[in-house]
């Protein structure tokens, strides 16, 4: 049956956070000098830095709507399941024996039994973990003085990893945190069009599956 899967409010967060999220790894790759990469010039950094605070409050929305509603499909308790779920479908991926897919809604109830492919617990927190460490870091490279204790532990774990400073090592985990995001990205574009729930974030409804 079909079934309101996601309101107006997540519909706008999410897409809202995906154009942001996009103009700030251009952004960031430019001011980088990453590729060649040329878009916005002088003002590359001052966009930058405005849009990424418009990322994090966009992020602090969507995580206190995920941690007020959601949460009883992305809680800690879950992350088992979803590590036991994502071996399975490993194995099924190299030929083992298919999963089910759990997803399901109780008409009685007027409630999902399961509304998430069990993963996205882990792809949830992946996405969290990953935005706190790029928002902190690029805060601590834009406010220097108020953050100077970061680039103090920089200093003294950088030449572990062949930085010159503290702020070369605070930059580069930046810019691998947001290699990192952007391949949790491709796989959720990738989880969202073969699990068919991409049409639900445009329409806000989805066909699922009913249990009696």
Do not use: C
């Amino acid at each position: 049956m079909e079934v309101d899967r996601h309101s107006i409010f997540t519909r706008m967060v999410h897409w809202s956070i995906a154009i942001t999220g996009i103009i700030l790894g251009l952004t960031g790759l430019e001011i980088g000098g990453h590729y060649g990469l040329r878009f916005l010039g002088d003002n590359v950094t001052s966009t930058h830095v405005y849009v990424g605070l418009v990322f994090g409050v966009l992020w602090v929305m969507f995580t206190y709507y995920m941690l007020t509603k959601e949460w009883k499909w992305i809680s800690f308790s879950r992350i088992i399941y979803s590590l036991k779920f994502f071996w399975a479908e490993t194995k099924a991926w190299f030929g083992g024996p298919h999963v089910e897919d759990p997803r399901a809604y109780d008409p009685k109830k007027g409630d999902y039994v399961e509304k998430i492919v069990p993963t996205q617990v882990m792809v949830w927190w992946g996405y969290f973990i990953l935005a706190v460490i790029i928002g902190f870091t690029g805060l601590a490279m834009y406010f220097k003085d108020f953050f100077a204790w970061v680039f103090d532990i920089g200093n003294a774990i950088g030449p572990i990893f062949g930085t010159e400073s503290g702020y070369a090592f605070v930059r580069g985990v930046h810019l691998l945190f947001m290699y990192l995001f952007a391949v949790v990205l491709i796989m959720h574009i990738y989880a969202v069009t073969i699990f068919g729930v991409l049409k639900s974030m445009f329409t806000g409804k989805r066909e699922e599956k009913v249990v009696e």
